[in-house]
Every structure is written in C-alpha cells, then in structure tokens.
C-alpha cells in the first residue's frame, strides 16, 4: 500500500496582499501530514511540492522574478525555485531550507510545516501589484506520478507605497543619562521626510523646551539641508508612570534620499548620528 497524505493548513481563494512602508507582501502557511498504512513512522515517500504562474508589476510595468534557470511565466505553472543542489523550492527533504521542516525527523517525518512571503519593495509613492497562482501538491516520490493531494490559491492585490518607515536610526545616551534616537518617515505626498528626535527620560523631570534643542540634518558631502518645519515650544511628551518620551518634530526637503547624518545639539552638548 502507498503513503496517504492530507493537508492540514493551506491557503484557499484568494490572498490579499498589504502594503507595509516600501513593501507589499502577504504571508501564508503549508502544512501537512503524511501516513504509512503499515502504521510505521517512516514517511520518507511523502514530500511537498509548489508551482506558481503570475507577474508582480510596479507603477504598471512587470518586472522579472527568476524562479530557478527560468523565469516566472504569466501563463504556464512552473515550480516555485531551484530543486536540488540549490535548494530554494520547497518540500524536498534531502534539502536543508530554512523555511520548511520535516518532523520529527528531516528524512522520515510524517508532519511537514512550511511557509512562504511573495514581496514586492519599491520606492515610496510606487503603485506596486501582485498577481501570482499558486499550486500546491502533496506526492508519493516512489510514485512520481501519483498526486495525495492539492491545493490552489491566489494572492492578488494592489497598493501604493504611501511611505518608507524606518524604526530607530540610530541612538545614544546624553551625557544626562537621557536616551537620544531619532526615527524617520518619507512623505511621498509632500517628498519630504519627517523626523522624530526622541529623549526617552524619566517621568517626573520638568518638560523640555525647544529651545534646548538643536538639529541640524546633512546630506552625504556635508552640506546643511533644508529644514522646513521644527519644533516649537514644548517638547510633546507621551509614556507612563516611569518613562516618557519628549519628541522633537522635524520636516527636511531632500527627495526621496534619506540624509546621511544628523547633529543634536542638547543642553549645550552636541551628538552625532549616522543616519544611513
């Protein structure tokens, strides 16, 4: 009698892709179990395989996605990377691929896990698409032929890549034993990018004012940007009982290239940070 498979988690309809700063993506799990009717733990017979079909496009051209030694195609079903020796599809067990696992063992467990993230990254303000078909099979590879299972799905969507977040650039500790970070958005809408100069501080200190803090922002030679906004007056403070954050606000014109570093002059002492 042959292996038997089923899965248990897989996609089903339709995936819709969601923008997160510069990247639109979705994520989706493959799982499965595989039984010997002999009642023996040894699945070594049941893999997994995927195939997709589709074109990503930005701002309404496609743009190319190499599978393996050939490219996605938007009308024929091809597997989804390299089989081995270089190991980028999924489900073969001689494989070592860090996105999949055979349990408990890789050569002979009956439960296999997986999971997959198609992506698109641009610049902000791209209009960006996903369009893809997925196959997935469970098969016998003593029986090549021979089908356990099969699954197919979709991720389709749009999006506009709206801004580009970057968590803390950098940080410090102030010589008042304050912590400095600075954190940055791109504004596709006004091609500026808006800066928050964070001092993280305990609750309780009196509120810091604008006027004890100076910034200045430099591109790659060094030379002063444009600074279109600044703080005024009291620092915006928000946290809890033992910590707050007093944020400083910014808004430099530099189009879409992130300045290079940035100088923090605060209560008369001067910090540098790279920002790239």
Not at 74 to 80: A, M, S
Not at 90 to 109: H, I, L, V, W
Not at 112 to 125: K, Y
Not at 169 to 182: G, Y
Request: hydrophobic fraction near 30%; glycine fraction near 8%; aromatic fraction near 8%.
């Amino acid at each position: 009698m042959s292996i038997t498979g089923k899965f248990t988690n897989i996609p089903n309809g339709n995936i819709v892709p969601t923008v997160s700063g510069n990247r639109l993506s979705a994520t989706f799990k493959m799982e499965a179990t595989f039984t010997n009717p002999s009642g023996s733990d040894d699945c070594a017979g049941g893999e997994y395989r995927q195939y997709v079909k589709g074109v990503f496009k930005c701002n309404g051209k496609e743009v190319t996605h190499q599978l393996c030694t050939t490219y996605l195609s938007k009308e024929n079903l091809q597997e989804d990377g390299c089989p081995p020796e270089k190991c980028t599809a999924y489900g073969y067990r001689s494989c070592d691929y860090k996105k999949q696992e055979y349990t408990p063992t890789r050569d002979k467990g009956c439960t296999f896990s997986a999971d997959d993230t198609p992506s698109i990254t641009s610049n902000p303000g791209d209009e960006v698409e996903i369009d893809l078909s997925f196959v997935g099979q469970l098969i016998d590879t003593k029986k090549p032929d021979k089908i356990l299972a099969q699954a197919i799905w979709t991720v389709k969507g749009t999006g506009k890549l709206v801004a580009q977040k970057l968590s803390t650039v950098e940080d410090t500790i102030t010589k008042t034993n304050e912590r400095l970070s600075v954190q940055a958005i791109y504004n596709c809408e006004t091609d500026t990018w808006d800066f928050n100069v964070i001092i993280s501080r305990p609750s309780g200190l009196p509120p810091i004012h604008s006027s004890e803090i100076e910034v200045q922002f430099l591109d790659a030679t060094g030379k002063l940007l444009n600074i279109l906004t600044a703080q005024r007056g009291q620092l915006t403070e928000v946290g809890g009982t033992n910590l707050k954050s007093a944020v400083a606000m910014y808004q430099v014109s530099t189009g879409k290239t992130l300045p290079a570093s940035l100088f923090v002059k605060f209560r008369e002492d001067t910090y540098s940070m790279n920002l790239q």
